[in-house]
Nanobody, 123 residues
Framework: VQLQASGGGLVQAGGSLRLSCAASGRAFSPYGMGWFRQAPGQEREFVAAITWSGGVPYSADSAKGRFTISRDNAKNMMYLQMNSLKVEDTAVYYC?????????????????WGQGTQVTVSS
């Protein structure tokens, strides 16, 4: 499975961005996919995840009410709509996928990772 994240960029605080993650590979059918982020000097942290079949979303507290995760099974795409962005949202955002049933909030459980896309929020 190959994952390609895109959609990052520079935005002012309060603005919006939509991240996309394109998945490719034979018979792509994960249990779930997720978004994680890592700011300079900090550990990677969970942002949001979604089960592939049922579309059940999970979000970190920092994302609730501002970020919306979605997926398009037919296109093998996952999205993260980010609104009301804050300076502290600045990080490299990674998408990931996992084949087996697992806790989606834990990045260590994921099988495949994309290359990351930079999100920079200015004040």
């Amino acid at each position: 499975v190959q994952l390609q994240a895109s959609g990052g960029g520079l935005v002012q605080a309060g603005g919006s961005l939509r991240l996309s993650c394109a998945a490719s590979g034979r018979a792509f059918s994960p249990y779930g996919m997720g978004w994680f982020r890592q700011a300079p000097g900090q550990e990677r942290e969970f942002v949001a995840a979604i089960t592939w079949s049922g579309g059940v979303p999970y979000s970190a507290d920092s994302a609730k009410g501002r970020f919306t995760i979605s997926r398009d099974n037919a296109k093998n795409m996952m999205y993260l709509q980010m609104n009301s962005l804050k300076v502290e949202d600045t990080a490299v955002y990674y998408c990931a996928a996992v084949r087996r049933v697992t806790l989606l909030r834990n990045g260590a459980n994921y099988d495949s990772w994309g290359q990351g896309t930079q999100v920079t929020v200015s004040s």
